[in-house]
């Protein structure tokens, strides 16, 4: 049988045990039957081997070509001397950059050459905050030249990025995301990786990998504002079991079926000591997430203006025997007017589930929102006490609130500037909100940014305001602002959340490009 470059022995190993063991314990009866049906068995086990190895083989063969090196570099080792060579060769300089940060890309598509790579944001900081003028972002193949590298746009809250390049050589397969639960306690996969030997021209290395435990946070310390934590301190990351060499930030996992599961983030954390644990991203949970990357956009995480808590194993025994879950989340609090509020939900509410899927803490119950989306609809389970019972509520979600330091990166905007204009959901940033408790949840949309020269600006209006009417038309969401501008012509009545009014005309030219910086 032939064995993939490079594999990890550990299921080789375990398979080949299996089959010894199974030999051994049918060997103690030396009967025709018994070992016509010995031959029959272990011929089974055999294949099953063969197609398990043939399986590894394919998904390498198919996917090694879409794994990148992702590589960031800044300054350089030591200033060169005046007067010193380079080596002998002639072929390298003798000072090379320094790596301020590598790890690993994998290729979602190709349009003509030019290719979108998704990686962790993490490993895109120094780039996106400009730390040294000479700073450079590079995607290295195996297969061909990248240039014309650059970040569509990064989101550090999921730690998922997509950057774009164009090659010059033969194009990768196109990666198959997978959906649902794409990563469960017990999943083999296939990892590819290992930028060191890709830098180097070489191919990729594979290992074997299974999930070992879901549910898994990047930082143990429990933060209270919403705004100030990533939807992985909610316990959203797989824990796998991978050698040093393959702990590379970025490194995709494969299922046997070839679908792009998960993509590693993190090392063993400071709560583990077990140097072959490591933390990835189950890709099927943030698809969502993704889509909005590849587009270019800001994610926008669901948002119902809450603060939960842990509904415990004893307070849902005093539910009664007809409520399923062991725990769940309990409302403490309801902003007024939040979409929370507007949507029936009350204080001492327990929330079950959420769209179908089951909650069991108040941490469980953010994520699941988050992750819905903002715009989205959320249909919650919940139980309300004083004899009422089991209720289904349906609310349209908010955007979690970001903090304005954060180096998202978003090259596009979901609603098109309009008279000099950007505007978002109006918890879009924690500068924006009242109070850190939600004393009043914010109505209409908030204006994000205002272009010099623009109507907007010489009307004087500014970043931080809420616009709950145009045109006497209500504004509640992007969209209802969306469909508003789209047949916009002429002066303008615009209407603050404060009362005050302003009259805007049209554009006299075309709105300035995004650069990718910070809204």
Known sequence: ????????????????????????????????????????????????????????????????????????????????????????????PRFQPIPARMGIGVVLSVDGQQLSVLTNAHLLEPIIERRHPSTKLSLLSSEGEISDVSVVASDPRSDLAIVTGTIEGALPERVRLASGKSLKVGSVCVAIGDPLRIRDGESPKLSLTVCQSLGGRLSPVVLTDISERSIHDLGTLADVDLGKSFQWSGTPLFTLDGELAGLMTAQSLPQQRDSRSAMAIPIGEFRGVIESLLNGYEVDYGFLGIHPGDATESLMRELGPTIPNQTAAIINRVSPESPAERGGLQVQDVVLQVNGQPVTSGDDLVRLIGLVGAGNQADLIVYRPNGIGILTLSMILGKWPALNNLPIVATQDRVPVWRGIRIDYPTARR??????????????????????????????????????????????????????????????????????EFVLGESVSPPKPLDGNER
């Open 1 to 92: 049988m032939r064995r993939p470059a490079g594999a990890s022995n550990s299921f080789l190993i375990l398979c080949s045990t299996l089959l010894f063991c199974q030999t051994v314990c049918a060997a103690g009866d030396d009967d025709s039957t018994n070992k016509t049906g010995r031959d029959s068995s272990e011929a089974a086990s055999v294949s099953a081997l063969t197609e398990f190895e043939d399986a590894v083989q394919e998904v390498f063969a198919n996917h090694k070509s879409a794994v990148v090196a992702v590589v960031v570099q800044s300054g350089s080792s030591q200033k060169q001397q005046e007067g010193e060579e380079n080596d002998p060769s002639g072929t390298q």
């Open 431 to 500: 500068s924006f909100l009242p109070d850190r408790f939600l004393s009043q949840f914010p109505r209409g949309v908030v204006i994000t940014s205002i272009e010099d020269g623009s109507p907007a600006a010489e009307a004087g209006l500014q970043v931080g305001q809420f616009v709950v009417k145009l045109g006497g038309q209500q504004v509640e969401t992007p969209e209802d602002f969306e469909k508003f501008i789209r047949d916009a012509r002429g002066e303008t009545r615009l209407e603050l959340s404060d009362g005050q």
